[in-house]
């Protein structure tokens, strides 16, 4: 059974910082494309960074120059390191793990989210 589990969030002030880890099981997560996604209340969720395979990074505007994402193989995990937070950082964080396998087809696994609140 595979599963994506995240941790790390917490209530922080504005301009601290906080890391968040993607834990995965069942599945070889060096293999996929791992994204963070957050969702804010009353909004859509937005990507925020990704890693792939070859650990080629990218961020959304919003995040660039603050938030680090960055792979550990030997744990099987993916973290992001989120530095000078803001209040807009608010919202419930998600890990995303996708590859497309050319015997298995298309892998497409969710964690359960993690809520960073960051207050001003």
């Known amino acids: 059974q595979v599963q994506l589990v995240e941790s790390g969030g917490g209530l922080v002030q504005a301009g601290g910082s906080l890391r968040l880890s993607c834990i995965a099981s069942?599945?070889?997560?060096?293999?996929?494309?791992v994204a963070w996604y957050r969702q804010a209340p009353g909004l859509q969720r937005e990507l925020v960074a990704t890693?792939?395979?070859?650990?080629?990074?990218n961020y959304a505007d919003s995040v660039k120059g603050r938030f680090t994402i960055s792979r550990d193989s030997a744990k099987n995990t993916v973290a992001l390191q989120m530095n000078s937070l803001k209040p807009e950082d608010t919202g419930v964080y998600y890990c995303?793990?996708?590859?497309?396998?050319?015997?298995?087809?298309?892998?497409?696994?969710w964690g359960q989210g993690t809520q960073v609140t960051v207050s001003s």
């Open positions: 995303n793990a996708v590859a497309k396998f050319s015997y298995f087809g298309a892998r497409d696994y």
């Open positions: 069942g599945i070889n997560l060096r293999l996929y494309t």
């Open positions: 890693i792939s395979s070859t650990d080629s990074t």
